[in-house]
């Protein structure tokens, strides 16, 4: 055992490159642990505290995103470097957006990837999660607090997940579709009505007590939540 050595989790499907990372980090005098998919990933991020989780973006089921996304919204604050297999800027903001910490563009170089990996070991868990904020409205993502004027809004996990792809895209109109990807699972089957029926409950917690409308419903096209000059 190597009293004090930094702890990695290393999420990655890639079985024979997981194996690499984990022998070279141990060559490094870092200890590495491997899951092979976001589900592991999951539950061995909230059950181990980890030093870093080395997350692959490219995962079969549950992908880097989501997991990132989930851990955060768990309260997970372990420092997360992604590793992307594409040069695509889209794809590193998506990372950030997500909580992610740090990110190395696969295929990466074993010394930019432990220097990385030093570098956010050192700095520590995140401090707290992202408030986003529009108008009177706080999302504290890494607490699941939600305000209105200061007054504390208690909300079910999806309407959570869904009022933050609301609130991190504000006076944009977001399709059903849209809505759907950013709050559900990939393979949520009974899609026809269920977006409808939670931005109803939204309404019914966030607006109608506080007597406003900010989710307003774009004919045709999905719903928008006001961004914060057109609030009053
Ligand atoms: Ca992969």
Not at 58 to 72: A, K, Q, W, Y
Not at 157 to 186: H, I, N
Not at 191 to 220: A, C, H, M
């Amino acid at each position: 055992m190597l009293e004090g050595a930094v702890r990695v989790l290393v999420v990655e499907d890639e079985v024979k490159l997981a194996s690499l990372i984990r022998r070279a980090l141990l060559e490094q005098g870092m200890l590495g642990d491997v899951a092979i998919n976001g589900e592991d990933a999951l539950w061995m991020a909230g059950a181990v505290p980890y030093d870093v989780v080395v997350l692959d973006v490219n995962l079969p089921g549950i992908d880097g995103f989501e997991v990132c996304h989930r851990l955060r919204l768990d309260g997970v604050r372990t420092p997360i470097l992604m590793l992307t297999a594409r040069d695509g800027v889209d794809d590193r903001i998506t990372g950030l957006d997500t909580g992610a910490d740090d990110y190395v563009v696969k295929p990466f170089d074993f010394n930019e990837l432990f220097a990385r990996v030093r570098a956010l070991a050192r700095r520590g868990p995140v401090e707290r999660g992202p408030v986003l904020t529009l108008g009177d409205l706080s999302l504290d993502v890494a607490t699941h607090t939600v305000t209105r004027a200061g007054v504390e809004i208690a909300l079910s996990t999806k309407e959570l997940l869904l009022l933050e792809v609301f609130m991190r895209r504000p006076g944009q109109v977001l399709s059903r579709y849209d809505l759907l990807e950013g709050a559900w699972e990939m393979d949520y089957e009974n899609r026809s009505n269920v977006i409808d029926v939670y931005v109803r409950y939204l309404r019914e917690k966030i607006d109608r007590p506080f007597g406003i409308e900010t989710i307003e419903t774009v004919r045709g096209a999905g719903y928008r939540i006001r961004a914060a000059a057109e609030q009053y």
